[in-house]
């Protein structure tokens, strides 16, 4: 069964910085895209960033360009999430996710992590 966990949220300081992880098991994702999502409380899932296993295509969300950094190591079958400079605005719950094409579309993924907390204090 096809499983992603993610790890790494937290509390910090604005101007601040937090990896996040996920770890994709149960199935081979090499032919997808792992993307990076948001969700803060009384708003929408938004995209954060997404990755392409097979060529190291990448998309960012405006909002996060500059400062966060997708990339994923294959041997580990696991994705990350840098983030840099990080803004009170940023507090949201970050889920993983899997799907078929690279997409900014949280409804064409087909595979979700439990989410992790991140908070940023002003």
């Known amino acids: 069964q096809a499983q992603l966990v993610e790890s790494g949220g937290g509390l910090v300081q604005a101007g601040g910085s937090l990896r996040l992880s996920c770890a994709a098991s149960?199935?081979?994702?090499?032919?997808?895209?792992m993307g990076w999502f948001r969700q803060a409380p009384g708003k929408e899932r938004e995209f954060v960033a997404a990755?392409?296993?097979?060529?190291?295509?990448?998309r960012y969300a405006n909002s996060v360009k500059g400062r966060f950094t997708i990339s994923r190591d294959n041997a580990k079958n696991t994705v990350y999430l840098q983030m840099n400079s990080l803004k009170p605005e940023d507090t949201a719950v970050y889920y993983c996710?899997?799907?078929?094409?690279?997409?900014?579309?949280?409804?064409?993924?087909?595979?979700w992590g439990q989410g992790t907390q991140v908070t940023v204090s002003s």
């Open positions: 996710a899997a799907a078929r094409t690279l997409v900014i579309a949280a409804e064409a993924y087909d595979y």
């Open positions: 149960g199935r081979t994702f090499s032919s997808y895209a």
């Open positions: 990755i392409r296993w097979s060529d190291f295509i990448i």
